[in-house]
């Protein structure tokens, strides 16, 4: 296990090294690294005020999940799990590693582990179907009428189905693991997880709801880059970055980045040159996106430091569950 975690730590290290080291070829570092300090600073203060708001905003939707699994955890200790497991995951696979340090802190506190598991899996499903219907959105918006916006309105509704059928994974699994496997500690977790995730097909207004606020995420993530390139002085319109921020944080949610440095920014810059912005400017925005969303992350750290078992709460916190 040691072994693998090294492996993967190497390969993100050789990729964000990699690509950061082939942007310092195409572009002025230095002038890049200006830009950053000189972005405007009410535009940097709004944007953390955002930062601040979109976190709010995904522990509620992770606590509503939560509360129709019926698991016995107070919406303050939820808080303090996800914020320390975002920090956690910073330095972690990204994407993939926030979510495992949340379900294992959530693991501690609660019984049902399976629950635990499916609830952090259900959060990041409909987290990246946000994702992608906004982006697929942003492109009818920005070339409506086109053959590439009916191609990408259809690909919506295969979208939609694909994670609808998510949430029929237990027959999924119990048609594709072989019954007399069934009995096996692995194949009961698996089964277990998915009969946990399938149970949320019942509760399609909880679905719903936490759906709305994921699209609010989204929206408040690009809104808060949009904010980011007038600070820069980037004179993209508002619409643009409806096409290319999804993809810029479909790849932040690949594990394969450190704290998604290197290929994000390397995507971003490489969406902005057809709207004729600078390679320097297009590198100091995705670096400021990436910068603002490590600060969200800091009170995390603040609560992981205070806390006695470095996930969670205080013990005060801990006495009233």
């Not at 998510?166 to 998915?194: C, I, K, N, Y």
């Not at 910068?291 to 995390?300: Q, R, S, Y």
Request: hydrophobic share 60%.
């Amino acid at each position: 296990m040691i072994q693998r975690a090294a492996a993967s730590w190497l390969l993100r290290v050789i990729v964000t090294v990699g690509i950061l080291a082939y942007l310092s070829t195409t572009l002025d570092m230095g002038a890049a690294a200006r830009a950053v300090v000189a972005v405007r600073p009410l535009y940097l203060i709004a944007v953390l005020l955002l930062v601040a708001l979109d976190r709010s905003v995904m522990i509620l939707r992770w606590v509503l999940l939560l509360r129709a699994s019926g698991a016995s955890i107070t919406a303050r200790h939820a808080a303090a799990i996800f914020l320390v497991s975002s920090f956690v995951g910073s330095f972690l696979p990204a994407g993939i590693g926030g979510d495992a340090a949340r379900a294992w802190g959530l693991t501690r506190v609660t019984a049902n582990t399976s629950e635990a598991l499916a609830s952090v899996a259900v959060d990041r499903l409909l987290g990246i179907l946000a994702i992608v219907t906004m982006g697929i959105l942003g492109v009818l918006v920005w070339s409506p009428g086109t053959r590439a916006g009916w191609t990408m309105g259809a690909a919506v509704g295969v979208l939609l189905a694909v994670s609808l059928a998510a949430f029929w994974a237990d027959r999924l699994a119990r048609f594709l693991v072989p019954s007399r496997l069934h009995d096996g500690a692995l194949a009961r977790r698996l089964l277990r997880v998915t009969d946990a995730v399938s149970r949320y097909r019942g509760r399609g207004s909880v679905l719903a709801h936490v759906m709305l606020w994921s699209f609010v995420v989204q929206l408040l993530r690009i809104a808060q880059a949009y904010l980011l390139g007038l600070g820069l002085a980037i004179s993209v319109p508002f619409r643009y970055y409806l096409v290319f921020m999804p993809i810029g944080l479909l790849m932040l949610l690949l594990p394969i980045s450190i704290s998604g440095f290197g290929l994000p920014q390397g995507v971003i810059v490489w969406l902005l040159r057809p709207q004729g912005v600078p390679d320097e400017q297009s590198f100091a925005l995705s670096t400021l996106i990436v910068l603002t969303g490590l600060a969200g992350n800091l009170p995390g750290l603040w609560l992981w430091l205070r806390s006695e078992a470095g996930f969670g709460v205080g013990a005060a916190d801990r006495g009233r569950q």
